[in-house]
């Protein structure tokens, strides 16, 4: 029973080794964006621009900080449930873990992405027009990272391709 085959041809070891092999490589592709968006947040007070910022810029600011290392240790996380339990050979607890993790830390970067958008448009601009830039960004990564994946077909096998 367990190691029958589905209709794609993997057994059920084979798919886990799969479907976690996929999760890994998306992370390597995230991970380094993350840690750049929370270097320059933690230096950012150090900037000469700094100090242009309004209260509200500032308690943004604190908040993307703080959802920028939230984010950061989300997406690192499933790399961490990997490496310590690998060896206990229950890898579909290992791939739900961690893709709560990942859909977890999706949500928070998007909210440190759009804060940082204000932030930087604030120092530069007023607080109205990085507003604007930052509801504009937040729509799109809405749409691109929330909307449109979920519009998508859930379940591949179906939604088959007519044959020539």
């Not at 270097?39 to 703080?66: E, I, M, N």
């Not at 909307?147 to 591949?156: A, K, N, S, T």
Request: proline share 5%; charged share 15%; net charge positive.
């Amino acid at each position: 029973m367990g190691t029958e085959a589905d209709s794609h041809g993997e057994t059920p070891h084979q798919r886990r080794d799969r479907e976690l092999g996929e999760l890994l490589q998306e992370l390597r592709v995230v991970l380094p964006g993350v840690q750049v968006l929370f270097a320059f947040l933690l230096v950012l007070p150090f900037q000469s621009h700094f100090d242009r910022l309004t209260a509200p810029g500032r308690t943004v600011y604190s908040a993307t900080l703080l959802a920028s290392a939230v984010a950061t240790v989300l997406l690192i996380a499933p790399a961490a449930v990997h490496r310590f339990n690998f060896r206990g050979h229950d890898k579909e607890w290992i791939i739900q873990t961690a893709q709560r993790c990942v859909l977890a830390g999706t949500f928070v970067l998007a909210a440190a992405i759009v804060g940082a958008i204000f932030v930087a448009a604030s120092a530069l601009y007023h607080d109205a027009w990085a507003t604007v830039l930052a509801s504009g960004l937040g729509g799109l990564v809405t749409w691109m990272w929330f909307i449109l994946p979920l519009r998508g077909p859930r379940y591949p096998d179906h939604q088959k391709l007519p044959s020539k």
